[in-house]
């Protein structure tokens, strides 16, 4: 099941976005994004922990 989010980012951000998305959907590659960072977002705390 998928949920909703909406949210607010820097104008930036959002260019780098549309200009490395291409012809994806702005939402998968997002969710794709939020994937990797958050496994690297663990692999890295997990290392700090060590």
């Known amino acids: 099941m998928k949920h909703h989010l909406g ?3 820097d104008s930036k951000l959002f260019r780098e976005i549309e200009t490395l ?3 994806e959907k702005r939402s998968t590659f997002i969710e ?3 994937q ?3 496994k ?6 997990k ?3 060590a």
């Open 21 to 23: 998305r291409g012809r």
């Open 40 to 45: 690297n977002y663990k692999t890295d705390n």
């Open 7 to 9: 949210l607010t980012i």
């Open 32 to 34: 794709h994004l939020i």
């Open 36 to 38: 990797l960072g958050l």
């Open 47 to 49: 290392l700090n922990k």
